[in-house]
């Protein structure tokens, strides 16, 4: 996780400079005066990674373009070169050699700033883009989860332990909390990871009414895997007969190859319920949850993480203001504010939802709170709105660029019984048609639901074939997810 910026110089305004536009931008600043310093300063691991790398061309005892290449070569971040008018053709050959920018002394504070907003950005971009392409290759990496907080931190240590055993993992935590997140990194970083990743959720399984038949089903459902990993989703929700074979399969395929390694496919559940209280109350087999549960991973849910949210709302702000081609540069204090003081019962999930919607709805270069209206209406009135932030609250990171927030009295919100966007009366005050109504419901659940027909069509109680329907009635737009 990137946690400072990192800048090779000797030059005391240029110093000046960088480290108040990496304060604004909510990073400390390390400094190294001596070029020679640098690679050992890239390779320290318990201060992160560096953010950005400025590197002044005019440093005395190295090579500076030797330590450029080093940089480059160790792919930690973006790179902006500092030249003075006697170094300028050095600062253009920079360019060339995969330097993002270069700023020319002397400094300004606004040219600095500008230079290192420009380039976070591209950074995060890349990163995004590059993230979603190996979680859909099935090559997630522990550096694509965001994890800063020490709770989350410390479900991270436990979840790399699980890839270096071959045993079945439990994975618990709250809906929307990134279980399946976790499940592809542990695949991904296992022995296994040349193998395929099936998902199956089990509450969606029984929802259609079906079943593990016969071990016929389950024997297929290993082999599709091919040797990979099983992740089966809420597995609270098999039923007794479900159960039993289950563990009859594991049992009888708990047995080891050749060369020691397991014959079976390897198993990854996770759980939204307490399977404890489950078994105790005898709606989960005993003998199937010692079984799965070999080795238990827990995700906290996002309320109990907030020094995430700041840099989860970051992520999926640049990832939607690409997507959707905006020019939303920052989130404001009070806007951020509200979604600190939110309790996310839907947790990452929810997050990411919320700030796609707040992409969508805005008009301006940052998100307001008029951006978020479903989470102001639900925090409440002006008197929570107003509530100072706490120092441990305040987010100045690269989202945003300000100084302590506090929510303004005449920042707007909606009352707690506010409609969620849907009128159900004309600007004349008449009922509105039961098909407009309608048409405006399905529109909200594909937003929500970010086009996922399945869980919306679930949502609204509706089966898949119908929802296509009512689209095509309503003339919506059916470029989705089918999923």
């Known amino acids: 996780m990137s946690t400072y910026m990192l800048l090779a110089a000797n030059d005391s305004a240029a110093r000046h400079y960088v480290e108040e536009a990496a304060g604004k931008l909510g990073f400390p600043c390390r400094v190294v005066a001596r070029g020679a310093t640098l690679d050992t300063d890239l390779g320290q691991s318990n201060g992160g990674r560096p953010a950005l790398v400025l590197l002044d061309l005019d440093l005395p005892d190295v090579d500076t373009f030797t330590l450029l290449r080093h940089v480059q070569e160790a ?3 973006p790179i902006i070169v500092l ?14 050699e995969g330097a993002s920018d270069y700023l020319m002394k002397p400094l300004t504070a606004e040219r600095v700033e500008i230079s290192m907003r420009n380039a976070l950005k591209i950074s995060v971009l890349e990163e995004e883009v590059a993230r979603l392409k190996r979680q859909a290759d099935g090559k997630l990496a522990w550096n694509d989860i965001i ?8 479900t991270m240590s436990l979840a790399k332990r699980a890839s270096d055993l071959d045993i079945p993992v439990l994975i618990e935590g709250e809906n929307g909390s990134g279980r399946e997140l976790i499940a592809k990194a542990i695949h991904a970083a296992s022995s ?3 193998q395929r990743f099936i998902a199956l959720d089990l509450r969606e399984y029984a929802a259609r009414g079906k079943n593990f038949s016969n071990d016929t089903l389950l024997d297929a459902l290993w082999a599709e895997a091919e040797g990979g990993t099983i992740f089966l989703q809420e597995i609270g929700e098999l039923g007794a007969k479900d159960q039993e074979r289950l563990a009859r399969l594991l049992t009888r395929r708990d047995k080891t190859g050749p060369e020691g390694r397991s014959a079976q496919s390897r198993l990854i559940c996770s759980s939204s319920g307490d399977l404890i209280a489950q078994v105790k109350s005898g709606q989960f087999r005993e003998e199937l949850y010692y079984l799965i549960n070999v080795f238990p991973v827990w995700i906290p849910p996002l309320r109990d993480r907030p020094d995430d949210l700041a840099h989860l709302v970051w992520h999926y702000l640049a990832r939607f203001a690409a997507e959707e081609g905006k ?3 920052s989130i404001d204090g009070d806007a ?3 979604l600190k003081a939110y309790g996310w019962p839907g947790n990452v999930r929810q997050l990411e939802n919320t700030v796609y919607r707040a992409v969508i709805l805005s008009e301006g270069d940052h998100l307001r709170v008029e951006d978020l209206p479903q989470i102001a209406a639900q925090v ?3 008197a929570a709105m107003m509530r100072p932030l706490q120092p441990k609250e305040l987010y100045r990171g690269p ?3 300000g100084s302590p927030l506090t929510i303004a009295a005449s920042t707007p919100y909606l009352p707690p019984s506010a409609p969620l966007g849907i009128p159900a009366l004309t600007e004349e005050g008449e009922i509105r048609p039961l098909t407009e109504i309608e048409a405006d419901l399905i529109r909200l659940a594909l937003g929500h639901y970010r086009g996922h027909i399945t869980e919306a069509a679930r949502r609204l109680g509706i089966g898949r074939s119908t929802l296509y329907r009512k689209m095509r009635e309503f003339g919506l737009d059916l470029r989705h997810n089918s999923v």
């Open 399 to 401: 989202a945003m660029i």
């Open 75 to 77: 792919d930690v971040a």
């Open 192 to 194: 296994r990871a040349t």
């Open 327 to 329: 020019r939303i540069q």
């Open 380 to 382: 409440g009135g002006p």
């Open 83 to 96: 030249a003075s008018q006697r170094s300028a053709p050095l600062a253009r050959r920079a360019l060339k």
């Open 336 to 338: 951020l504010a509200l």
């Open 147 to 154: 994890a800063v907080s020490p709770e989350m931190q410390r």
